[in-house]
């Protein structure tokens, strides 16, 4: 089965320190891998997406495939980070995303 | 701009009455989903449209259904809402099917008394 996890609901970091959301994924074949972002009061959009290999506002993730993680990294977080963060995949021939439950970031001043 | 637009943004229903949330996009987009989102929990996909060929997940009850009249528009529809159906729920525009990037409305909260 497909499946996305992400094990914190909740995470808080200081201005400027590192950030490391968790996501681990469940899936057989080659997955496509999402990190979508919410702002407050704002609707969900991409953040980015393991096949373009981007970094966007700071932020990176990799696909590790033995591991089966897509964790997404910034050195130094900023206080406009503070969002919801939710990795999704999309597994093969699918038009389907499946979002895990999202990890709430804040960033302390 | 081009966005993807939801009414509306809140909704008050009574138990077992219909009621239909929209959902239209300036997108030209050729894919329309439809997600649930309770609370603290991920969106879950309901159904999708690739532009005519509509898509229902295997869980879906039979309660949802949707509606795309024409590429800008697509309706969902809930025929007898249960008190376990009020969410958030979510429109998604995509410009095809796949690993492409999904544009998301705004949501419309769904109370059901």
């Known amino acids: 089965a497909q499946r996305v996890t992400q094990p914190e609901k909740l995470l808080s970091v200081f201005k400027g320190a590192p950030v490391e959301l968790k996501c681990n994924y469940s899936y057989s074949g080659s997955p496509e891998l999402f990190w979508y972002v919410q702002y407050s009061r704002q609707r969900l959009q991409l953040l980015l997406r393991?096949?373009s290999r981007e970094s966007i506002k700071g932020f990176t993730a990799d696909l590790n495939k033995g591991e089966t993680s897509f964790h997404l990294k910034k050195p130094f977080a900023q206080e406009e980070d503070s969002a919801m963060y939710y990795c999704a995949l999309n597994g093969g021939a699918t038009n389907k995303l499946i979002f895990g439950t999202g990890t709430l970031l804040a960033v302390q001043p | 701009d081009a966005m993807v637009i939801q009414n509306p943004r809140y909704q008050v229903t009574q138990f077992g009455k219909p009621v239909t949330l929209s959902c239209s996009q300036t997108l030209n987009h050729n894919v329309m989903y439809w997600y649930q989102q309770k609370s603290s929990q991920a969106p879950k996909l309901l159904f999708h449209?690739?532009?005519?060929?509509?898509?229902n997940e295997a869980d879906t009850p039979d309660n949802f259904q949707s509606r795309r009249p024409n590429t800008s528009f697509c309706f969902l529809d809930i025929r007898s809402p249960g008190l376990g159906d009020a969410a958030m729920y979510l429109c998604?525009?995509?410009?095809?099917?796949?690993?492409?990037?999904?544009?998301f409305g705004p949501g419309t909260r769904l109370t059901v008394t």
């Open positions: 998604a525009t995509s410009r095809l099917a796949g690993a492409y990037e999904q544009y």
């Open positions: 449209y690739y532009d005519k060929d509509f898509n």
């Open positions: 393991h096949i």
